[in-house]
C-alpha cells in the first residue's frame, strides 16, 4: 500500500509552483529582450571587434541565464504532472515517500534524500 499525500494539502504547493513558472516565464522574455543577438539593427552594424566581443559575451550570458530558466520550468511542470497523476512525494527510484522536511527547502525533489546521494555519488565517479 503507498501512502499519498491529500489533495488539500497539495493545493498550496501546486498554486506556488505555478507563480514560480510564471516568474520564469516573465524572466525568460525579459532576458530576451537584453539579449544583444536580438537587436535587428545589429545585422547592419559593422561594429568594432570590441563590440562584436561584447555582443557576444551578452549573448552567452542570455543563452546560459535561459538554459537555468529552461531546467527549472522542466522540474516544475514535471512536479505539477506528478501532483496531477498522484505520485508528488513518492521517491522516483526506490518507491518510498520524500521526507516533507525535504520537499518543503526542494518542492520539486523528486527522489528521497538517499536515492539523492546514491544518484550524486555516481555521477561523480
Aim: glycine fraction near 4%; include cysteine.
Amino acid at each position: 500500500m503507498q501512502i499519498k499525500f491529500p489533495r488539500n494539502l497539495l493545493k498550496p504547493v501546486e498554486n506556488f509552483l505555478k507563480q514560480k513558472e510564471k516568474k520564469l516565464l516573465s524572466q525568460k522574455k525579459e532576458l530576451e529582450k537584453e539579449d544583444p543577438f536580438s537587436n535587428v539593427d545589429r545585422i547592419n552594424d559593422n561594429a568594432a571587434v570590441d563590440a562584436e566581443a561584447a555582443e557576444e559575451s551578452g549573448h552567452e550570458r542570455v543563452s546560459a541565464l535561459k538554459g537555468e530558466i529552461d531546467k527549472a520550468l522542466i522540474e516544475i511542470r514535471k512536479t505539477l504532472t506528478r501532483i496531477r497523476i498522484g505520485k508528488y512525494g513518492i521517491c522516483e527510484n526506490c518507491g518510498k515517500m520524500i521526507d516533507t522536511d525535504r520537499l518543503a527547502i526542494k518542492p520539486t525533489a523528486n527522489s528521497c534524500i538517499k536515492c539523492q546521494i546514491k544518484k550524486s555519488e555516481k555521477n561523480s565517479k
